[in-house]
């Protein structure tokens, strides 16, 4: 998998980031939301594939990329399908502070340091090209007015901007109504895509321990118990925050 192109973790994590205060909107869905990315760019490399609403390991070659290397590694050591509600609910500490410090290695973001109450130390992060996210964004409001289906690539991100609430972001107030409801539309465009939005969708409702509905199975062949809830795995490729003193800094997203 080359490095050329943007994943959609990145893409999603730079839709989020405010140009003008340097912070990411929905933090709290946006960790969920990158986790979802993760495993549609997963998918889309041809690693895993939907079973149900489960994601199962197809092919177990490494991407190039080590974050989602690790995410495909951490699924292929469950040994059977996963559940996508339980993956993106999984613990995810420090997932979004991982992709930023990759975009700030790339040179698409870099760090601005401050303080907190002018006291605690914090770090931002502002956009060194913001050309870039016009053009992330420009693929959604091309999808959202002219109609057409969108690329997989572009339906993906656009289920998950609305998933995680990025939608009064992109298009605020009553005059972007139209456009946060075309963006929910969009969620149908892709299958994997739609299945990761639902999945992030159900942990920010708490429904994470209720499976979605299943087709009734095959006549002769008994439906499989509720499969157990298998023990989260601490998150890997995490970078320490920096301490400065007895005082941590603090990033600010």
Do not use: F
Request: with cysteine; hydrophobic share 40%; proline share 9%.
């Amino acid at each position: 998998m080359g490095r050329s192109r943007r994943t959609l973790p990145e893409e999603l994590l730079l839709l989020a980031l405010d140009p003008t205060t340097g912070t990411t909107a929905q933090p709290q869905s946006l960790d969920l939301g990158l986790a979802g990315a993760q495993l549609v760019e997963l998918a889309l490399a041809g690693r895993i594939a939907p079973d149900g609403d489960r994601i199962a390991v197809v092919a177990p070659r490494p991407t190039g990329d080590p974050t989602l290397d690790c995410a495909l590694e951490l699924l292929r050591r469950r040994g059977a399908p996963v559940r996508a509600v339980n993956w993106i609910g999984g613990p995810r500490l420090g997932l979004r502070q991982t992709y930023l410090s990759h975009l700030e290695r790339c040179g698409m973001v870099h760090a601005v340091e401050g303080q907190m109450c002018g006291v605690l130390p914090t770090t931002r992060y502002q956009a060194t090209d913001t050309a870039i996210s016009r053009e992330i964004k420009a693929r959604l409001d091309s999808a959202i007015r002219t109609g057409v289906p969108p690329d997989p690539r572009t339906a993906a991100l656009a289920a998950l901007a609305h998933a995680v609430g990025l939608g009064k972001h992109l298009y605020p107030g009553n005059e972007g109504r139209s456009s946060r409801s075309r963006l929910r539309d969009l969620i149908r465009h892709d299958p994997m895509g739609g299945l990761v939005a639902h999945a992030v969708m159900d942990v920010q409702n708490g429904a994470a321990a209720q499976p979605r509905r299943a087709p009734a199975p095959a006549a002769g062949r008994q439906a499989a118990g509720p499969a157990a809830r298998p023990a989260p795995e601490p998150a890997r490729g995490v970078p320490a925050q920096p301490r400065h003193g007895s005082m941590a800094r603090a990033a600010v997203h």
